[in-house]
């Protein structure tokens, strides 16, 4: 069974761009978790989406959005982009929304913002 | 309110000796609580999880856990390092929600 596929691994962008990431989860897995990993603050919690909806969001600005498609497919997207975006962006995924079941995470997006 | 606080930032031990890496944990309510592992540029891995059942919980690559409520802990730890659990280590603790709470990490370096 194929893992977490996460693209891209890696990305540069200015100021002021936008990005989009992907996250395909494993086969028959209906939640998607996105998280930022940083040095200075560790990782935190974006949003999860199950079923084409967002079910939580953790304490980012607005201009961090996701989306999840009807295959659960799940895209991020951060636009206007700073400087402290620079970030690993890990996407999980888990077969239902209960608390107790395992996250399969992928490699992660390296988002470098110049 | 909950949160997972984990001791130590850093731990730095000897290949072939014990290792052990601490967690508390706050919460109103009983949590289920999971150890990721992280290797260098790579995504996490689940080592172990507690739901409940028996408290004292093994993992894979011959870690373990042991739930501690009336110390509100779940420290990981290991007989005997490898050079290969050189890794950073997560605690996390569930909310109600579902939401999980992930503690700031411990970087486990292994001296030969």
């Known amino acids: 069974k194929a893992g977490v596929t996460q693209t891209p691994r890696y990305l540069i962008k200015t100021r002021g761009q936008q990005v989009t990431l992907s996250c395909s989860p494993i086969?028959?897995?209906?939640?998607v978790s996105w998280y930022q990993q940083t040095p200075g603050q560790g990782l935190q919690f974006l949003f999860e989406?199950?079923?084409?909806?967002?079910?939580n969001k953790g304490n980012f600005p607005g201009r961090f959005s996701g989306r999840q498609f009807s295959n659960s497919r799940s895209e991020m997207n951060v636009s206007t982009l700073e400087l402290g975006d620079s970030a690993l962006y890990l996407c999980?995924?888990?077969?239902?929304?209960?608390?107790?079941?395992?996250?399969?995470f992928g490699e992660g997006s390296r988002l470098t913002v110049l | 309110a909950q949160s997972v606080t984990q001791l130590d930032s850093h731990v730095s031990v000897s290949e072939g000796t014990p290792v052990l890496l601490r967690c508390n944990y706050s919460?109103?309510?009983?949590?289920?609580l999971f150890w990721y592992v992280q290797h260098p540029n790579k995504g996490l891995q689940l080592l172990l999880k507690?739901?409940?059942?028996a408290t004292l919980v093994k993992g894979i690559n011959g870690f373990e856990a042991e739930f501690k409520k009336s110390e509100t802990s779940f420290h990981l730890t290991k007989p005997s390092a490898h050079m290969s659990d050189a890794a950073e280590y997560f605690c996390?603790?569930?909310?109600?929600?579902?939401?999980?709470?992930w503690g700031a990490g411990t970087k486990l370096i292994i001296k030969p």
């Open positions: 989406y199950f079923s084409e909806t967002q079910r």
């Open positions: 999980a995924s888990k077969t239902g929304q209960g608390a107790t079941g395992e996250l399969f």
């Open positions: 996390v603790v569930t909310l109600p929600n579902y939401q999980l709470i």
């Open positions: 086969s028959g897995h209906r939640s």
């Open positions: 507690y739901t409940s059942a």
């Open positions: 919460s109103s309510y009983s949590p289920s």
